[in-house]
């Protein structure tokens, strides 16, 4: 089946799961939607369920992609602002295609940076055959360097410089492959100030560094999906 699509036009106009996206043909998670095989539908399902049950009215989606999760949860009534994180310049570009043909461009903010814990310059190392999984620490991630067949020099900011929220109900989406208690260090005031439920993607390098950093801010773990931890704060 991949091999059929692989003779259209690279990059092409598709209707899946409701909606339409630009998708490259020789982009794996692209491809996943293309021969129309489920991904991540289960992780989907639960951010849906948790906006429904805690009234969420912000969703930040760090390491977007191009924009699977902005795009399907944008139609949930609650939400009122969402904000996509991410640092790659061709996936940006291709995030801004896919809210652009869904009519989202007013509801979604993009922001074209990675998130840290301090304000720098970083390099992003690319496979360009899989680009969700560019990740700025090659050594914490389970593949060869030489996956990375590019590399691109990206700005790194920290959550709590960028917003002042306080006391609202947000669902934040982390995969940053590898770099997501540096994320996580970075809006250490936004995870205090506000009413945050999250999903997490760690390696086995990070989960138990972020389980402990997590724990710090009196948020507990109440499951996982694949590689997806999921938090909440701990009742009073």
């Not at 190392?125 to 991630?141: M, Q, Y």
């Not at 934040?172 to 260090?185: F, H, M, S, Y």
Request: with cysteine.
């Amino acid at each position: 089946m991949k091999r059929i699509y692989r003779l259209l036009p690279r990059y092409t106009v598709y209707a899946r799961l409701e909606r339409r996206w630009l998708l490259d043909n020789r982009n794996w998670v692209d491809q996943q939607l293309i021969i129309r095989k489920p991904y991540e539908v289960a992780q989907i399902e639960k951010c849906r369920q948790l906006v429904e049950q805690h009234r969420i009215t912000r969703f930040l989606d760090i390491g977007a992609n191009f924009g699977l999760y902005s795009v399907l949860l944008s139609d949930c009534p609650s939400i009122e602002a969402i904000d996509a994180f991410e640092p790659l310049p061709r996936n940006v570009n291709q995030l801004a295609a896919n809210l652009y043909l869904n009519g989202l461009d007013a509801k979604v903010s993009v922001h074209a940076f990675a998130l840290g814990e301090n304000a720098a310059r970083a390099e992003l190392f690319v496979d360009s055959n899989s680009t969700g999984v560019s990740t700025i620490n090659p050594e914490a991630v389970a593949r060869e360097r030489s996956a990375y067949g590019a590399r691109v020099e990206v700005q790194v900011r920290a959550l709590d410089t960028l917003f002042d929220i306080r006391d609202e109900a947000v669902l934040v989406k982390i995969d940053v492959e590898a770099a997501e208690l540096e994320v996580l260090t970075g809006m250490r005031q936004f995870l205090s100030a506000n009413r945050v439920w999250l999903q997490i993607e760690t390696t086995e390098e990070t989960r138990q560094k972020v389980d402990e950093y997590m724990q710090q801010l009196d948020y507990s773990s109440f499951g996982r999906i694949g590689a997806d931890s999921y938090y909440g704060r701990r009742p009073a």
